[in-house]
């Protein structure tokens, strides 16, 4: 499971280190993807092999369906970890996600989000704890 924050730069050749600790779980193969929030996805091979599967047994009639899909398949890359553990992201990916230099890499479950630091420092921001239980209330999360 992939948990934890962690800071690190893009080089000017568009590579990312990938945490160690993150490393271990992903394999030297892994797929990147557009995310919701306007950061990046990062799946192992068999968790994006589930999502995936998820995504194409959508039904094709119906358009949100067709719309999520395109969003999550059409941009994904499988990326392999250099020797050096970073990876190259490709330009549309970081473009999309706005990741220029300083980016944070956040650690949520089954996948790890990649943030340019800006839009990261920004939700943050957001965050209301009281939203957050109220959330948590609505969809039947207890700690």
Request: glycine letters at 8%.
């Amino acid at each position: 499971m992939f948990m934890g924050e962690y800071n690190h730069t893009i080089d000017a050749k568009g590579r990312l280190s990938i945490p160690s600790k993150f490393r271990s779980i992903l394999g030297t193969e892994f797929v990147i993807s557009k995310g919701i929030d306007n950061c990046l996805y990062a799946y192992a091979n068999e968790d994006w092999e589930r999502f995936e599967k998820n995504l194409t047994s959508l039904p094709l009639i119906d358009k949100g369906a067709r719309q999520f899909a395109r969003f999550f398949l059409a941009g994904a890359a499988q990326l392999e970890l250099d020797s050096q553990g970073r990876i190259l992201l490709p330009a549309p990916l970081r473009e999309f996600a706005g990741l220029e230099k300083d980016v944070v890499l956040v650690g949520v479950g089954t996948r790890i989000e990649i943030w340019s630091k800006e839009k990261w420092d920004a939700a943050g921001a957001e965050m209301d704890i009281e939203d957050i239980t109220a959330a948590m209330k609505d969809l039947n999360l207890t700690i």
